[in-house]
Every structure is written in C-alpha cells, then in structure tokens.
C-alpha cells in the first residue's frame, strides 16, 4: 500500500541554523513527490515537487528537497531557518493519470523555530 | 501561477442543516478536483475525486449521501455537507490538478 512517513512529530531549530525534515514513502511506481507547508488555519502551499530528472530539487522560500530511490526518502532542507518558517510541513506522494492526481499525506512535521 | 479559490474560508451552522462548500478554479480548466479533510493536528486525509460531468468517486468510508459533490463545470466543484452533525466538524479543502498540484485555502466547518 502507498504511504508516506514523517518520523518527526515536532523538531525545535534556532533561528539561523539549519533544517532537515525527513520524509520516506512507500509507493509501487515511480513517485511523484511534493513538500507543502501549511500556517494555522491556512491551506496548503507548494514549497517544491519532483518528478523526474535531477534529484535534487530547488522550492521558494529557500527550500531544497533530494530524492533519493535507494533509500525511498525525500527530506527537505533549509540552511538557514528564519522564524517565518514556523508551520506544518507536509510530505507527499501522488501520481499523474488520466483522472488527476489525488495525493497521499504524511501525519506531518510541527517546525518550531527559538530565537 | 495557478490558483484555487475556495470559499467560506469559516461557516459556522447549526446541527442538521446543510453546507455548501465551493471550489473553483480560477485560472485554469480543472476537470478533476479533490476534497480532503483534516482533523485538528492531523494530516489531509482524500475523501473523493471530483469529475466534471460525472459522478464523485468516493475514498472507502466516506458517507456519498453526507458529503455531496458536484463538478458542473470546468471550473467549480462544490461540497455539500448534509444534516451536519457536531462531528462533521473540521477543516475541508480542496485542490485542482494542472500538474501543479494547488490547494485552496480551506474551509474550517463548526456544526454546534
């Protein structure tokens, strides 16, 4: 069955340092993988996909994610978190077809950023 | 850039009556949308598949008569939540697909 796994729950960064949030999935096909960040009470926004190509994929908001098949991971990094960038990341897997694309969630990871 | 627009973004109603939820594409053709919901500090969990001109496709244990969908057009789907109960209480949200995966910025349902 396809899943997506976030093992972080919560992680707390100092402002200005580093961020690496993890994410592995399950999936029979070649993945089509996408980061989101959600604010409270907000909807979802596209930090970055991947679909094919170079695995090392470039979002905004200073974000980069590789996507690594031997070990079925997609983390996200940030060399330097600001603390605008405290939120919901959400890890996901989808696949393109005729009908769409319908996109299956990891439980999520809570950045909190300390100054 | 592409961009779905949902609204309400917040609806407050009373137990047993219904809510329509709508989401539209607004700069593109979407002849397929999504509707996802959440619980409090929980992930989006897909609840159907909304095709234009037909029937929703419904995820295993979703209530098809609760949650009505329909796609009339290109561009808008709507979510009807029927007889509403204190537990259908929740974050709903939509997205579009035009390879960009876009989301709405959700409706945050309170049935008292």
């Known amino acids: 069955a396809q899943s997506v796994t976030q093992p972080d729950i919560h992680i707390t960064v100092s402002e200005g340092a580093s961020l690496e949030l993890r994410c592995n999935y399950s999936?029979?096909?070649?993945?089509?993988l996408f980061w989101y960040v959600q604010s409270p009470g907000q909807g979802l926004q596209l930090l970055l996909k991947y679909f094919s190509g170079d695995t090392l994929v470039q979002g905004i908001k200073g974000f980069e994610a590789e996507f690594k098949r031997s070990q079925s991971s997609f983390n996200l990094r940030k060399p330097s978190v600001h603390w605008s960038d405290a939120a919901e990341y959400f890890c996901?897997?989808?696949?393109?077809?005729?009908?769409?694309?319908?996109?299956?969630f990891g439980k999520g990871t809570t950045l909190s950023v300390s100054s | 850039g592409a961009v779905v627009s949902q609204h309400p973004s917040r609806v407050i109603c009373k137990s047993g009556t219904s809510v329509k939820i709508e989401c539209r594409s607004l700069?593109?053709?979407?002849?397929?949308m999504f509707w996802y919901r959440q619980f409090p500090k929980q992930s989006l969990m897909l609840m159907a598949t909304?095709?234009?001109?037909?029937?929703?496709?419904?995820e295993q244990g979703v209530e098809k008569d609760k949650f009505l969908i329909n796609h009339a057009s290109l561009t808008l789907s709507t979510l009807t939540v029927t007889s509403a109960h204190p537990e259908d209480s929740s974050f709903y949200i939509c997205s579009a697909d035009n390879y960009g995966y876009t989301f709405g910025s959700g409706t945050r349902l309170t049935v008292v």
């Open positions: 999936y029979g096909a070649t993945p089509y």
């Open positions: 996901a897997v989808g696949a393109i077809n005729q009908a769409g694309t319908a996109l299956i």
């Open positions: 700069d593109f053709q979407a002849t397929t």
């Open positions: 909304s095709n234009e001109g037909s029937k929703a496709t419904y």
